[in-house]
């Protein structure tokens, strides 16, 4: 058993959904990814997603949740999985490594890390260019997005 693995059970689906509304929602209100429009409503949630609430946005008529024009769009792996990874990023972990204690292919793994650096050289760089300050971990909310599947 990965020595980490104890860290799985401090994660669980709901608390890191509430965790990413915060973070994407606590400085600003709530408005659409796509049309920016604060006409919004609540629409329910995803049976498949605990904690994901869905919200209309009476702007451009359509569904967004907090993940919506994010990295974790659409992900088939849940929050927690992210969550995880980008913990042990954080504690400099290999790419290997996550893999293991993720329970996730190592090119998955790698994957992951490549668009968590990414996010966070960007917020970096983002950051020096305007002088604004954000936390790396709502950088890669707001703006990263996931790179096109190769076919
Ligand atoms: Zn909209």
Not at 19 to 36: A, E, G, N, V
Not at 90 to 95: E, F, I, N, T, Y
């Amino acid at each position: 058993m990965p020595v980490l693995s104890y860290v799985h059970q401090l994660f669980n689906a709901e608390q890191c959904q509430a965790y990413i509304h915060t973070l994407r929602w606590k400085d600003r209100p709530l408005q659409c990814p796509r049309c920016q429009s604060q006409d919004i409503d609540p629409w329910g949630t995803y049976h498949y997603r605990p904690g994901c609430k869905r919200y209309w946005c009476n702007g451009c008529k359509r569904t967004f949740n907090d993940l919506t024009k994010t990295l974790l769009h659409q992900s088939k792996r849940s929050l927690p999985y992210w969550i995880l990874a980008t913990f042990l990023l954080c504690l400099a972990c290999s790419s290997r490594r996550i893999a293991r204690e993720v329970g996730v292919h190592i090119r998955t793994s790698y994957r992951w890390c490549w668009w968590l650096r990414n996010a966070a050289l960007s917020y970096e760089m983002d950051r020096q260019l305007t002088g604004r300050s954000c936390t790396p971990t709502l950088r890669i909310m707001r703006s990263v997005q996931k790179p096109a599947k190769r076919l």
